[in-house]
DNA sequence: CGGGACGTTGACCTGGATCAAAAATTGTGG
DNA sequence: CCACAATTTTTGATCCAGGTCAACGTCCCG
């Protein structure tokens, strides 16, 4: 597992990857296996562990009072979740299971003490943090300001990021667990649009979804939807090279 | 300056105003003023300092490649900026002044080492990120999936809860520094639009805003166009009175 | 009193929603 | 392995919330 962060201190990097390792040393201990459609946290209900997701798919989602739903926030293997719980035990959203999982498990006690102890664990806590305070600003500007294509693009090219980075995609393809339903409830749009777009996409040669497969066959011209919801970094990082995980990098 | 914490650990309310009576006592040492449409931070920019803001609006905003602006986060004061930045610089947003505004200056090297030393300053730092990122959960949800007159209801209801929290609102009115372009800008609408839904919450008496002044004439109604956006607590929390001081709290 | 924000309004257009129904796929139990 | 049910995908027809374009009113400030 390779965590990534932009650039302008290149020694936190080795520092994220021990504390990851050492993470990825003792969590094991206690481990769950989750299969899709399953809930890990119930909205409201109180939780007195971390997670870490080493495979399969998770969202934080929401349902409001009148049925609609919003997928906020996707995890994907290697991201911690529920730290900020750590400090504060309700939360309103739940987290459900998207793909067969596997998380491992640490109780907030020995996760603190841990964090005390090990700066590397620490700094990993607070990296993920605040890669999560990041994606959700993309996120907001994606909902915001950009119209149906240029959000699917955006979450697609995120996916293919975060998935080379964790090893679950090669090249251009990459398996893709959510139901266009779901997809709609991620990027604020109903099924049938997204079906849609998917439909255009698919006969401009740029992207095709079969069975929970996505190939991307136009990786620029996709990129070039997306490009404006791109953030400074992410479009100079693009600018300079890239080649293999370059890829945009949110949700 | 209150700070308020749903209920599950009321000691928690002690110790951040605690935390945060710290921070009045220390921070005032350095202070900065600014005035409407002066840029704090400049995107890209990085920058060794926390903030606390003390009075007038600060926004974080973005801007697209191709101009679209997009306001992702609006504070308000008793917010402490910056904190996410004290462990990475970089940052893609930038932060401006929406209305005079007077805010207290620490740096990162002597934030550090007060929340290390001093556990109530430490936990106010992080009950902030916390709260930043409920902030952003609601804030998505109600981009997702609000229509236009969801998202300006639920908006004002936070801007009049926060404001009251920060005693700067009375009863049901209080000053708003945004243009319509602004609050645009922040709800993924156009200004145009947001015009014609103001104008019909005033047919509808519900709402007035006049050079800057919003009077919510009918809190029960606009609470009503609120209501999906709400999450659980607030929900509850609506349903066992409130009174005064309730009302939503996110941006 | 003139110019530049900002607010307001109308006419019109369109991206995406809604409604409805068929096709394809997946899962299930026998 | 098949038959059947449930879920998911796909498509068409139609509608409407919100965007776009354009003009005019209003306020503010030098």
């Not at 003792?26 to 769950?32: E, K, L, Q, T, V």
């Not at 929401?62 to 529920?82: A, K, N």
Request: hydrophobic share 40%; proline share 5%; with cysteine.
């Amino acid at each position: 597992m390779t965590i990534e962060f932009p650039p302008p201190r290149p020694q936190i990097q080795d520092r994220l990857e021990a504390g990851d390792v050492t993470l990825g040393r003792i969590m094991p201990a206690r481990s769950r296996r989750m299969k899709a459609h399953e809930v890990l946290i119930k909205a409201g209900e109180p939780h007195g562990e971390i997670y870490r997701l080493t495979s399969g798919w998770l969202a934080r989602s929401r349902t409001l009072s009148d049925g609609r739903q919003q997928i906020i926030m996707v995890f994907l293997p290697g991201d911690l979740l529920g730290l900020k719980t750590m400090l504060f035990d309700r939360q309103p959203d739940s987290i459900q299971c998207l793909a067969p999982a596997t998380l491992q498990i640490l109780d907030h006690g020995q996760a603190l003490e841990l964090a005390r102890t090990d700066p590397d664990v620490s700094l990993r806590f607070m990296w993920q943090l605040a890669e999560d305070e990041r994606r959700l600003h993309n996120w907001v500007i994606c909902l915001g300001r950009g119209n149906a294509v240029e959000r699917i693009a955006t979450l697609m090219l995120d996916f293919r990021g975060r998935l080379l980075q964790a090893g679950m995609a090669e090249g251009d393809s990459f398996n893709l667990p959510l139901t266009q339903e779901q997809l709609g409830e991620h990027l604020g749009l109903t099924i049938v649009h997204v079906n849609r777009i998917l439909r255009r996409l698919r006969e401009a040669g740029i992207l095709t979804v079969n069975r929970g497969l996505v190939e991307i066959h136009d990786v620029d011209a996709l990129s070039l939807y997306a490009a404006p919801m791109q953030d400074i970094f992410e479009r100079e990082s693009k600018s300079f090279g890239g080649g293999l995980s370059n890829g945009a990098s949110f949700t």
